[in-house]
């Protein structure tokens, strides 16, 4: 049930993302060597947790790490546009957006985004594989109205929402027993009734 009564308002409002060191084969002084890295991919990261938590969301719901930065993928019509504004936290320069079709006929988006340091970050707090995903520590400590963004766009990605009767009601389904729990966490935070329970043996449905 979608409601805040107020049982948690944390009071951290930013997200920092150290920057990290560049690496490079090539020897300083070689043809391309030394050669600096698109300007910013390196350098520590600060953003407004309301800013951030909607990338967020969909990262942890339809994303995944690489080596040189992070990529989100979702076909069209499902919350592309939602997704795009969501990026637009980044530099346009670290961003990329490519289209393909699929064996269905279907357009698919993915989105890349290069930034060395957060690719580390997220590998580092929110896991990798669907099955291993996670929360940040540091969500657990926003202010509510920026958790609801989180679980807006989680919801956008690996949920669906109903109306029921009087009041509106939520699904999010994962694989990840701890990312489950984490979701369970953040609803209770903000006030919002919640029910963790198998599904399929395919994961948790809350």
Not at 51 to 80: C, K, M
Not at 83 to 104: D, N
Request: proline share 4%; with cysteine.
């Amino acid at each position: 049930v979608w409601r805040d009564t107020g049982f948690h308002d944390g009071q951290e409002k930013t997200v920092l993302i150290p920057g990290v060191a560049r690496v490079t084969k090539r020897a300083s002084g070689s043809r391309g060597g030394g050669r600096p890295p698109l300007r910013g991919i390196n350098d520590p990261l600060t953003f407004d947790a309301h800013a951030f938590a909607p990338f967020l969301g969909y990262y942890i719901s339809e994303g995944s790490p690489d080596r040189a930065g992070i990529s989100i993928g979702q076909t069209e019509g499902r919350f592309v546009e939602s997704i795009r504004a969501a990026i637009r936290v980044f530099p346009a320069t670290w961003v990329k957006e490519r289209t393909e079709t699929t064996g269905s006929g279907k357009l698919a988006h993915k989105f890349t985004v290069r930034h060395l340091g957060l690719a580390e970050w997220l590998r580092r707090e929110c896991g990798e594989g669907s099955a291993r995903k996670r929360l940040p520590a540091c969500v657990f400590d926003w202010p509510a109205t920026a958790q609801r963004l989180l679980l807006q766009a989680l919801i956008d990605g690996d949920g669906c929402r109903t109306a029921r009767s009087r009041s509106d009601r939520a699904v999010y389904v994962t694989r990840s027993s701890q990312l489950a729990d984490d979701v369970q966490r953040v609803c209770v935070q903000i006030g919002m009734a919640s029910r963790k329970s198998g599904y399929d043996n395919r994961g948790s449905i809350l």
